[in-house]
């Protein structure tokens, strides 16, 4: 999304965009202290779009707040959510912060990181190949936590954001898959994902999904 | 702890101090959204208090970087952990934006929480009493998870916190729990660590912890 789109009033429930964008400012702080502790300028990258989406929404609520505010009674019930909004915005400006240190290469130097990639969970981004054995397939088919302690946490699909994706959702080829796990485990995952590795053990390459 | 009370130094190792404001902000802002949606001031005071230990770490972490740079090397190594530091620091500012507005009693109007309580998980905060059967519990033996599901997701034990507990944490009586699952497991893990329930399934009163 180009800094400069205009955004378009769509009508949703002032309740869903809060608790969309409560999902993603907490995906942030994950992806951002990630990104800080192992030097990853991938993840910095989504945090920054995460930021704009966030951005976005918090728009979005304003607008949709002044619209369904028509008299004090509203307008009381209201004005809550817009401050908790607003301080989910600077959740979610904070995290940028961490993105943009990382980005600028000033982040937290190695010496300091080498520690944290024996004690801290791995999260990393990856990208589905077209031919990924995952394109297609259901979460909950590819059983990625059974067989290589793997979950995945969020989907980006263009300028959405899937949090917390459940076992049915399918993954389509191109989609930016943001997973938690182990080092090891993470470095398979990703070379699953952009079809370095074809099989997984008990996954057929031309099962339906 | 009193707001002038001093910040004594003590040696740590920077990862650490990191580490644990790291997990403290990310625990606040868990219990920030909870005690919002739910307009809980239990959980709000909780993380005003976890502020409280996090700017402590903010400032103990500068006296250490301080100590702890003897040369431009040091210091280019360490001016990353400060500035990803500073971050953490404003983030739990916005969590205890959130806190003192739920506090207020100018949080989100019950309208509002309303359709909240049925998708979201409860956060929640008990205090262990003397004749609750978890005292002197290991958490694996409680096991709650498998029998109300519920998860404790951090002690408070004086000052200090304890943020994912493993499951061979003890539980002391006078202990502040924190933990997230449905309205009916929490409302029934209360009631447990108050002492109300003298008995959870399987559990005997005076099984060693």
């Known amino acids: 999304m180009s800094e400069f789109e205009k955004v378009e009033y769509k009508?949703?429930?002032?309740?869903?965009?809060?608790?969309?964008?409560?999902?993603?400012?907490?995906l942030m702080i994950d992806l951002a202290y990630s990104a800080a502790l192992f030097n990853d300028k991938d993840l910095a990258e989504e945090v920054l779009e995460l930021e704009k989406k966030v951005d976005t929404l918090a728009y979005?609520?304003?607008?949709t707040i002044m619209?369904?505010?028509?008299?004090?009674?509203?307008?009381?019930?209201?004005?809550?959510?817009?401050k908790v909004a607003g301080a989910t915005d600077k959740i979610s400006d904070a995290a940028a912060d961490i993105a943009v240190i990382v980005k600028q290469n000033i982040g937290i130097h190695p010496i300091v990181t080498?520690?944290?990639?024996?004690?801290?969970e791995h999260i990393a981004r990856a990208?589905?190949?077209e031919k990924s054995v995952m394109t297609g397939k259901k979460?909950?088919?590819?059983?990625?936590?059974?067989?290589?302690?793997?979950?995945?946490?969020?989907?980006?699909?263009?300028?959405?954001w899937i949090v917390n994706p459940s076992n049915d959702e399918k993954i389509l080829?191109?989609?930016?898959?943001?997973?938690?796990?182990?080092r090891l485990g993470i470095s398979k995952f990703r070379e699953i994902a952009e079809g370095k590795i074809r099989r997984i053990v008990g996954v057929k390459e031309d099962a339906a999904g």
Chains 1, 2 share one sequence.
């Not at 369904?68 to 004005?79: F, K, P, Q, S």
């Not at 080498?114 to 801290?120: D, G, L």
């Not at 080829?173 to 182990?182: H, M, P, Q, V, Y």
């Open 11 to 26: 009508p949703k429930p002032v309740r869903e965009i809060l608790l969309e964008m409560k999902n993603l400012s907490g």
């Open 60 to 63: 979005l609520l304003d607008m």
């Open 67 to 82: 619209i369904a505010a028509r008299d004090a009674e509203d307008a009381e019930a209201l004005a809550g959510v817009a």
């Open 114 to 120: 080498e520690i944290f990639e024996k004690v801290e």
């Open 127 to 129: 990208i589905v190949g």
């Open 139 to 160: 979460i909950g088919k590819l059983n990625l936590t059974g067989r290589i302690g793997v979950d995945i946490i969020a989907i980006r699909r263009g300028g959405d």
């Open 173 to 182: 080829s191109g989609d930016i898959l943001i997973a938690r796990g182990t």
